[in-house]
């Protein structure tokens, strides 16, 4: 697993093969945003302390997307590092 994942917006294809270049040969991947819409399918109910953290989090990560064209995830703990 990378050490750093961009996640690009998917409107951004020239930031993805941009940033592709950037860190050829580092331990840095880069992906294309495939969310699409709520990911949320099912009916059972969260804890509304976990729901409300889970909005927040992915409301910042979509804004991150639309004003940056991306942000960055630390590997597999999708934990968000905002670049100036």
């Known amino acids: 697993m990378a050490r750093f994942i961009y996640v690009v917006d998917r409107s951004r294809p020239d930031l993805q093969e941009r940033l592709s270049a950037d860190y050829a040969g580092q331990d840095v991947q880069v992906v294309r945003n495939r969310r699409e819409g709520e990911r949320r399918q099912g009916t059972q109910a969260r804890a ?3 729901r409300r953290g889970d909005r927040r989090r992915q409301r910042a990560l979509d804004e991150e ?3 940056e064209g991306y942000f960055i995830s630390a590997g597999s703990d999708s934990v968000m590092i905002i670049v100036p």
């Open 48 to 50: 509304s302390e976990q």
């Open 65 to 67: 997307l639309r004003t």
